[in-house]
């Protein structure tokens, strides 16, 4: 169990006031979202845990943390959250939404079945945007913080991420219009950039695309299966010195309640190069340099 960093505890003691103060975070089961609970926590917030189980309930379960069971993509879950936030026993403000379930699913953009196209945006686009809209009018009256977690990918489509990359673009541009609509209701707005990050799920990720290459036809393996292996390889490398899930969660729930947020920020060195290498390189430029990084990492991926 990933366990709350010195400033997270440190936090705690300087902020009682946080105890009347509720925070949801969703995807909380583990990773990130797990890490980012516990902080919170343990700055004094009470979090209510977005899980799916019975037995990730039992996981997250601790002080200053409440599973709930939430799948973004189910009406009555969010129903039922929005009622217990509303009749809190306590009567604590929902101070702080993070927006942080996700899945990753894969695979070169002609390859991918359009079904877990529509999965992934079902659940990294809407299911924020539900969840949004049901907890909007709590954030307006306590003037609370909605934080939105993208990618390094909402802002470069590496090969194979395509359908991944199209969900964090899309909440890139659903977060900058929602930025400008509630400024004035006095709700913030801020995404986060995460690059790659040592979470159960980046490491699933590559093996349900080679499951899925697997599966291709011999003239799509014929075209994509040294792309598919070679990607997953270069990741595979890269999140052996990725940021651990544990320091990416204490960074984000300090994103979510610094006075004076910025409306972007970047998680981790991959993140804080791509990301400006997009705004001011040529695409074609672009597309070298990636290329290149991806072979290097690739080829110092073991066997």
Do not use: C
């Amino acid at each position: 169990m990933l366990r709350p960093s010195k400033n997270a505890r440190k936090s705690q003691r300087k902020n009682p006031r946080n105890r009347d103060e509720l925070a949801v975070v969703s995807g909380a089961s583990s990773g990130i979202g797990a890490a980012t609970a516990q902080a919170l926590a343990a700055m004094g917030y009470h979090v209510l845990a977005g899980v799916r189980t019975d037995s990730e309930a039992d996981v997250v379960r601790a002080d200053g943390i409440e599973p709930v069971t939430l799948d973004i993509t189910v009406p009555e879950h969010l129903d039922a959250l929005a009622r217990r936030i509303s009749d809190d026993p306590e009567r604590r403000v929902l101070r702080v939404l993070v927006n942080n379930a996700g899945i990753e699913i894969n695979a070169p953009v002609e390859v991918l079945p359009l079904a877990l196209w529509r999965e992934q945006f079902e659940v990294n686009l809407f299911g924020h945007i539900a969840v949004i809209q049901k907890l909007l009018p709590f954030l307006r009256r306590s003037r609370g913080r909605i934080v939105n977690i993208s990618s390094v990918g909402g802002v470069a489509a590496l090969p194979v991420f395509g359908a991944y990359a199209g969900t964090k673009f899309a909440l890139e541009a659903a977060s900058d219009s929602l930025r400008r609509e509630v400024s004035a209701q006095g709700v913030q707005v801020v995404v986060v950039q995460p690059g790659g990050v040592r979470t159960d799920m980046a490491a699933r990720s590559g093996d349900l695309s080679l499951e899925l290459a697997a599966a291709m036809s011999t003239e799509h393996q014929r075209l994509y299966s040294h792309l598919v292996n070679a990607t997953v390889a270069s990741n595979t490398a890269f999140l052996q010195h990725a940021l651990p899930a544990a320091e990416a969660g204490a960074k984000i729930a300090r994103m979510a309640t610094t006075p004076r947020p910025r409306a972007r920020y970047t998680l981790g060195t991959d993140a804080a190069f791509i990301v400006p290498l997009t705004r001011h390189l040529p695409t074609r430029l672009v597309d070298a340099i990636l290329t290149m990084s991806h072979r290097s990492r690739a080829s110092k991926s073991p066997a």
